[in-house]
């Protein structure tokens, strides 16, 4: 595998698997009516990042193996041709990630009612969100540029991008990783005690009734200022602003109709425009995005709780029979079924908080080897990659088990924060804005 035609290979068989699984991945979480334009960019740029990710183990090993047979020749075709796959997939993620799907985001959600307005106006919005990391980001190159780091060629302004976009990142990076290194093996030692499961499924499910209430609020407000506003409007009696209106009624939610705590929809002259309405409208949009996903995570919550209660249950039987009462399905388990839940289940999950605790320890080790001065030998994955015995296909093994691991922990623990109802995957619900942020 350390050969340049090798690296070819790898890198055509596991992209040409990775296209397939980021296809099943977006179209397993997206919700229906997603936007066909997000869709492909939302491939576009996920394919691209695990292709980034799935290049590393690929170079680890060409480079170790190349090495250790001084074989000059073979090293600098695969470093050539690992560089230029590594250009192919970064740059489109330096612009998906940055530029594209964040005006998607902005985008979908705009409230203006001709193409042409939606896009000046979520141009607007995303500038006026992002000004401030743009400012920063040109003093960070011309502190660069005025340092000697980096010329005016398009390879040193590449390289700059990788250092800001690297710094600006790592630290969140660092952050996500040490909380999901110490928390994922608790989770799953905990997971292994059916009542402590069942107890923290219950405070789970009632957390996002509460959050499901919550968007259910911020619609119906929404809906009272349409509905509020929509008098008012009448009593212009202009054309233009009617045939707004219109679709804005046709978007507010079926179920919402009340206009009590409304508020009319006017700008400064106190004056309802096509601006307040698309306004109003990008507010509506919002409010029902935030209010789907929430019913889409209540379904998922009052799923594990259900079935964890019939789990309880089934101990507790009076019967003496080992089955599970399966209380949505209104169906008895078989056997085996009872068994994995009761007894295999969180024999499991404590094997997997032991090994995965594991794997804190050697990652921390590992981060302590890499730092200058000390013995890089104190990192039990540097001692395996560096091993004489170690084939490239092993390498590539080893590191791909790692850094999965690694990315699964990061995206665990991102998962856990719940930025303001953005970062959220339901299957089947996730909306245009979830999937591109």
């Keep these: 595998?350390?050969?340049?035609?090798?690296?070819?290979?790898?890198?055509?068989?596991?992209?040409?698997?990775?296209?397939?699984?980021?296809v099943h991945l977006v179209r397993k979480y997206a919700e229906k009516d997603f936007p066909k334009v997000t869709y492909i960019t939302c491939i576009a740029g996920y394919f691209c990042t695990f292709g980034l990710l799935l290049l590393v183990p690929?170079?680890?090993?060409?480079?170790?193996?190349?090495?250790?047979?001084?074989?000059?020749?073979?090293?600098?075709?695969?470093?050539?041709?690992?560089?230029?796959?590594?250009?192919?997939?970064?740059i489109p993620i330096l612009i998906l990630a940055n530029?594209?799907?964040?005006?998607?985001?902005?985008?979908?959600?705009?409230?203006?009612?001709?193409?042409?307005?939606?896009?000046?106006?979520?141009?607007?919005?995303?500038?006026?969100?992002?000004?401030?990391?743009?400012?920063a980001g040109v003093i960070i190159l011309a502190i660069l540029i005025s340092s000697n780091v980096t010329g005016g060629s398009a390879s040193s302004l590449q390289l700059a991008a990788v250092i800001v976009t690297n710094t600006v990142y790592e630290g969140a990076l660092m952050f996500l990783l040490a909380y999901g290194l110490v928390a994922f093996p608790r989770m799953l030692w905990n997971s292994a005690d059916l009542d402590y499961s069942l107890l923290a499924a219950q405070m789970n499910a009632a957390s996002e009734f509460k959050k499901l209430s919550e968007s259910s609020l911020d619609v119906s407000l929404v809906v009272s200022d349409v509905m509020k506003t929509k008098k008012q409007v009448e009593s212009y009696g202009e054309k233009s602003l009617e045939d707004c209106f219109k679709v804005?009624?046709?978007?507010?939610?079926?179920?919402?109709?009340?206009?009590?705590?409304?508020?009319?929809?006017?700008?400064?002259?106190g004056r309802v425009t096509v601006d307040t309405l698309a306004s109003l409208r990008t507010r509506l949009n919002v409010a029902k995005d935030r209010y789907r996903m929430a019913q889409g995570r209540v379904e998922e919550v009052k799923f594990a709780a259900y079935q964890l209660e019939d789990v309880a249950a089934a101990r507790s039987r009076t019967d003496g029979q080992e089955l599970i009462f399966w209380s949505l399905f209104n169906k008895e388990s078989t056997r085996n079924e009872y068994?994995?839940?009761?007894?295999?289940?969180?024999?499991?999950?404590?094997?997997?908080?032991?090994?995965?605790?594991?794997?804190?320890?050697f990652m921390c080790m590992g981060i302590f080897g890499s730092i200058h001065g000390v013995d890089g030998d104190v990192s039990i994955y540097y001692q395996i990659i560096q091993s004489d015995s170690a084939t490239a296909g092993g390498i590539v093994i080893f590191v791909l088990f790692t850094l999965g691991y690694t990315a699964y922990i990061t995206l665990w623990s991102l998962l856990q924060v719940k930025?303001?109802?953005?970062?959220e995957l339901v299957e089947g619900s996730t909306t245009p804005e979830s999937m591109s942020f």
């Design 1 to 22: 595998m350390a050969g340049g035609a090798n690296v070819t290979a790898y890198v055509s068989i596991i992209f040409i698997m990775t296209f397939f699984a980021t």
């Design 58 to 90: 690929i170079d680890l090993a060409a480079t170790i193996i190349d090495r250790r047979n001084n074989d000059n020749e073979t090293y600098t075709t695969d470093r050539e041709n690992i560089v230029d796959v590594y250009n192919a997939v970064f």
């Design 99 to 135: 530029v594209v799907l964040v005006f998607e985001e902005y985008y979908n959600t705009d409230g203006y009612f001709t193409i042409g307005s939606r896009w000046i106006s979520a141009f607007k919005r995303m500038m006026f969100d992002i000004i401030g990391g743009i400012i």
């Design 248 to 269: 804005l009624l046709d978007d507010a939610p079926e179920g919402f109709t009340s206009s009590t705590m409304g508020k009319v929809a006017v700008d400064k002259t």
């Design 339 to 361: 068994l994995w839940h009761v007894k295999y289940r969180p024999i499991l999950h404590k094997i997997g908080a032991i090994i995965t605790g594991m794997i804190a320890v």
């Design 419 to 423: 930025l303001a109802g953005l970062m």
